[in-house]
């Protein structure tokens, strides 16, 4: 899939909130605070300030939708466990994303995981809410560049005693280098193939 336009729609905390749907399924992106999920949106687009970035985690506190070749739409979503908020600003952000994860709309959802660490007890809680609600997903770990081959193979080790996932299951990616934006981008081209291929056509019927 080459993204060729790729254009803000509007931010949502409420599920009315949200753009209207455009038959197809969407794809979000979600991740602790400090995973760079705004880096990997602005390098999948090609647009350097698409999604707000930070030097500060947690700026992300609302639901934002980005459409793509007017056919799809990017969604980012909150980030959670590192950023110093109020405990009330937390749990509001978590409620924005359940919220999220329970609507009906057709969605594949991105985890993303910083491949330097070992996933925490929010990453592990995200994982138990998409299985919960029977959302799919993929595993999508950030910030490759930062590890040389043999410090990812040790780190991975590590990552498997808390996750199971082959390397053919996962996706790797760097904002930084765009190493991964190819693989990703194919990726999401045959989502949007299948989701096509197996979701009938909308017949209009007449009165």
Known sequence: MEIKRSDFVKSAVYEADYPEPI?????????RSNVGKS?????????????R???????????NYFIINNETYLVDLPGYGFAKVPKAVKLAWGN???RYLASKRSKLVFVLLDIRRVPS??????????????????????????????????????IRKKIEFKNSDVLF???????????????????????????????????
């Open 96 to 98: 924005t994303m359940e």
């Open 121 to 158: 007890s929010e990453d592990l809680e995200m994982l138990e809410w998409l299985d919960y609600y029977d959302v799919p997903y993929k595993i999508i770990f950030t910030k490759v560049d930062k590890m040389s081959n043999n410090e990812k193979f040790k780190q991975l080790k590590d």
């Open 23 to 31: 038959n197809s399924i969407e794809f979000a992106f979600v991740g």
């Open 53 to 63: 970035t930070s030097k500060t985690p947690g700026r992300t506190q609302l639901i």
């Open 173 to 207: 990616y760097s904002a930084l280098s765009h190493k991964g934006r190819e693989e990703l981008s194919e990726y999401l081209g045959e989502a949007l193939k299948e989701y096509k291929n197996h979701v009938p056509p909308v017949i209009d019927q007449e009165d």
């Open 39 to 51: 880096s990997l949106i602005n390098s999948l687009t090609n647009r350097k300030k698409i999604a």
